[in-house]
């Protein structure tokens, strides 16, 4: 990691431990010269680190809302995790399942359409203009609409998810299966293959590397997309643990859950 | 029509007679070939009334400046192109746009080994495509890599390979499947002095034991001299067949020697008259 630039972790260990304590202490120096620190820097709307800690063990289930700790053999633990039950760890996994499900379906029924469009001028140049005009509807427009339709259950972050990825892998799969190189095509046809086998031999392996680049893009799209959902309705989920810090004005909830968030995007971004 | 073919050429038998006289059976009959392309609003005419035949075992180039539409006449023949007019018959049956024979090969002016597959993979391919076992797949191929000089490289993908090893490759990977008639568009058009004798040298060898029916497009008459039987001359565009040519030069052949014979200098100075007219006239003023 190092062995290009020596001191590079050194020096992102000090970025961090600078930004962290701007964030914690930075405030306090408003106090006496408050031209130095902008009013944004309130840890009413940022919080700050000793904060988001605190924040960590109790929306985790690790501490009460007393300050005491929740004990693992005793079963304290276990009794908040049942009775608080969008907390840290089941929010998570409620977000990431959605996240899964939409990502999969996004990933394949985008890849099919793009390459049976891809492949056949005919319908592509049927389906063309609705392609476009579908694609300039900024997706998460319709969250509301799908979570009407769908309700505040797991179903609805699917669709949502679904809907963001699916165009992105769509188009990406559909350049790749244009730009197949035809001398490709014609050798496999003059070898005796046939249309099947040319998307199969051919077709597919050509395009999937336009495929691949998508993923990543869209394990992120998935992810937002379920966010989306869950900021409009539902009852369990990141999103949701969001929303109910903000209508309690806490920052620090929200911090939580975004510092989560980021972490299952790292994660998630480098699984693909 | 041209003179020279149909005087020897009996197409109700089906049949006509070598340098020798001796009867051969017509693998390839291509009859009043036309094909014109829209470029714009205009009509660009690429081949003009082409006939000819090929007979069974005979190695034919075609030989032209650039744009003189040699290239699409085999295209046609390989089904990748329509003929505007005129028929195209292999084994007295006509070809089918887009419907590939069997017993006809095709290789590319420049290679098309699929990237995402080994050597050995890419050489499988028709193979596969028509079913052979795995294990009569592997020793074939294992053959095929063997003859080709790239034993070694069974494993390697094709953007590790010299472009005279990928030509030598894409070769395997039609003559794998035993084609009876080869169409050749160029094939060592892309590559050096030195790999391109290598090259015909390795094509020479196969085709005097396999006897296989060649129909070569080149624009290089050293390349037609020391490969063919006969060469085909196409005047510049719009394409149509300018004069033939029997090669009688002996073989079994040897690509590097062939060419310090008196019989290869006199017959080069004899083409290359015929062709040099048509590289002037094929110039842009």
Same mark, same amino acid.
């Given at each position: 990691?190092?062995?290009?630039?020596?001191?590079?972790?050194?020096?992102?260990?000090?970025?961090?431990?600078?930004?962290?304590?701007?964030?914690?202490?930075?405030?306090?120096?408003?106090?006496?010269?408050?031209?130095?620190?902008?009013?944004?820097?309130?840890?009413?709307?940022?919080?700050?680190?000793?904060?988001?800690?605190?924040?960590?063990?109790?929306?985790?289930?690790?501490?009460?809302?007393?300050?005491?700790?929740?004990?693992?053999?005793?079963?304290?633990?276990?009794?908040?995790?049942?009775?608080?039950?969008?907390?840290?760890?089941?929010?998570?996994?409620?977000?990431?399942? @959605? /996240? !899964?499900? +939409?990502?999969? %379906?996004?990933?394949?029924?985008?890849?099919?359409?793009?390459?049976? =469009? *891809?492949? #056949?001028?005919?319908?592509?140049?049927?389906?063309?203009?609705?392609?476009?005009?579908?694609?300039?509807?900024?997706?998460?427009?319709?969250?509301?609409?799908?979570?009407?339709?769908?309700?505040?259950?797991?179903?609805?972050?699917?669709?949502?998810?679904?809907?963001?990825?699916?165009?992105?892998?769509?188009? @990406? /799969? !559909?350049? +790749?299966?244009? %730009?197949?190189?035809?001398?490709?095509?014609?050798?496999?046809?003059? =070898? *005796?293959? #046939?249309?099947?086998?040319?998307?199969?031999?051919?077709?597919?392996?050509?395009?999937?590397?336009?495929?691949?680049?998508?993923?990543?893009?869209?394990?992120?799209?998935?992810?937002?997309?379920?966010?989306?959902?869950?900021?409009?309705?539902?009852?369990?989920?990141?999103?949701?643990?969001?929303?109910?810090?903000?209508?309690?004005?806490?920052?620090?909830?929200?911090?939580?859950?975004?510092?989560?968030?980021?972490?299952?995007?790292?994660?998630?971004?480098?699984?693909? | 029509?041209?003179?020279?073919?149909?005087?020897?050429?009996?197409?109700?038998?089906?049949?006509?007679?070598?340098?020798?006289?001796?009867?051969?059976?017509?693998?390839?009959?291509?009859?009043?070939?036309?094909?014109?392309?829209?470029?714009?609003?205009?009509?660009?005419?690429?081949?003009?009334?082409?006939?000819?035949?090929?007979?069974?075992?005979?190695?034919?180039?075609?030989?032209?400046?650039?744009?003189?539409?040699?290239?699409?006449?085999?295209?046609?023949?390989?089904?990748?192109?329509?003929?505007?007019?005129?028929?195209?018959?292999?084994?007295?049956?006509?070809?089918?746009?887009?419907?590939?024979?069997?017993?006809?090969?095709?290789?590319?002016?420049?290679?098309?080994?699929?990237?995402?597959?080994?050597?050995?993979?890419?050489?499988?391919?028709?193979?596969?495509?028509?079913?052979?076992?795995?294990?009569?797949?592997?020793?074939?191929?294992?053959?095929?890599?063997?003859?080709?000089?790239?034993?070694?490289?069974?494993?390697?993908?094709?953007?590790?390979?010299?472009?005279?090893?990928?030509?030598?490759?894409?070769?395997?990977?039609?003559?794998?499947?035993?084609?009876?008639?080869?169409?050749?568009?160029?094939?060592?058009?892309?590559?050096?002095?030195?790999?391109?004798?290598?090259?015909?040298?390795?094509?020479?060898?196969?085709?005097?034991?396999?006897?296989?029916?060649?129909?070569?497009?080149?624009?290089?008459?050293?390349?037609?001299?020391?490969?063919?039987?006969?060469?085909?001359?196409?005047?510049?565009?719009?394409?149509?067949?300018?004069?033939?040519?029997?090669?009688?030069?002996?073989?079994?052949?040897?690509?590097?020697?062939?060419?310090?014979?008196?019989?290869?200098?006199?017959?080069?100075?004899?083409?290359?008259?015929?062709?040099?007219?048509?590289?002037?006239?094929?110039?842009?003023?």
């Amino acid at each position: 990691m190092t062995g290009r630039y020596p001191g590079t972790v050194m020096w992102q260990i000090l970025i961090c431990a600078i930004v962290l304590a701007i964030w914690q202490w930075g405030y306090d120096v408003h106090a006496v010269f408050p031209a130095l620190v902008p009013d944004l820097f309130d840890p009413y709307f940022i919080s700050k680190p000793s904060e988001i800690w605190s924040g960590f063990l109790l929306l985790g289930c690790f501490k009460t809302s007393l300050g005491a700790w929740n004990g693992w053999s005793n079963g304290d633990f276990g009794r908040c995790m049942v009775k608080f039950d969008n907390n840290l760890w089941f929010a998570t996994w409620v977000t990431l399942k @959605n /996240t !899964f499900f +939409g990502f999969i %379906s996004g990933v394949s029924s985008g890849f099919v359409l793009g390459l049976i =469009l *891809g492949r #056949s001028d005919r319908l592509s140049a049927i389906c063309q203009p609705f392609i476009t005009a579908v694609n300039s509807i900024p997706r998460i427009a319709l969250a509301p609409i799908i979570v009407l339709a769908f309700g505040i259950g797991d179903s609805s972050k699917i669709v949502t998810s679904w809907i963001v990825v699916v165009f992105l892998v769509f188009y @990406n /799969t !559909f350049a +790749g299966a244009r %730009s197949v190189d035809e001398a490709f095509v014609n050798a496999a046809r003059l =070898l *005796g293959a #046939s249309e099947w086998k040319i998307t199969r031999s051919v077709v597919i392996p050509s395009t999937m590397a336009w495929v691949f680049a998508s993923l990543t893009p869209a394990i992120s799209f998935a992810l937002i997309g379920v966010i989306v959902g869950e900021f409009i309705g539902a009852e369990h989920g990141i999103g949701r643990l969001i929303i109910e810090s903000e209508a309690r004005g806490e920052a620090s909830g929200m911090m939580v859950a975004v510092i989560i968030l980021m972490v299952v995007g790292v994660v998630l971004s480098a699984l693909i | 029509m041209t003179p020279i073919l149909t005087e020897k050429y009996n197409r109700e038998l089906g049949t006509v007679t070598d340098g020798a006289g001796n009867p051969g059976q017509i693998r390839v009959d291509v009859r009043a070939l036309n094909k014109s392309f829209l470029l714009g609003s205009r009509v660009i005419e690429a081949v003009k009334d082409v006939s000819f035949t090929i007979a069974e075992g005979e190695f034919v180039a075609l030989l032209g400046p650039s744009g003189s539409g040699k290239s699409t006449v085999l295209n046609m023949i390989a089904t990748l192109l329509k003929p505007t007019s005129g028929t195209i018959l292999i084994d007295g049956e006509p070809v089918v746009h887009q419907k590939a024979r069997r017993e006809v090969g095709y290789v590319f002016q420049r290679d098309t080994l699929f990237p995402w597959r080994t050597v050995a993979e890419n050489i499988g391919y028709g193979l596969e495509l028509s079913g052979v076992s795995k294990a009569e797949r592997a020793e074939r191929v294992a053959t095929c890599i063997q003859q080709a000089g790239l034993s070694g490289f069974a494993d390697a993908y094709p953007s590790s390979l010299s472009g005279g090893m990928r030509q030598r490759a894409a070769l395997m990977r039609t003559l794998v499947v035993e084609p009876e008639i080869l169409l050749m568009d160029e094939p060592f058009g892309a590559l050096d002095t030195h790999t391109k004798l290598d090259m015909h040298d390795v094509l020479l060898k196969i085709w005097e034991r396999e006897k296989q029916t060649v129909l070569f497009v080149t624009h290089d008459l050293s390349e037609a001299l020391t490969l063919a039987d006969r060469i085909i001359l196409f005047s510049a565009r719009p394409g149509r067949i300018k004069e033939s040519f029997e090669i009688n030069l002996p073989r079994p052949r040897d690509a590097v020697t062939l060419r310090e014979t008196p019989r290869y200098a006199e017959l080069f100075s004899h083409v290359w008259h015929s062709l040099g007219e048509e590289f002037i006239k094929g110039r842009t003023p």
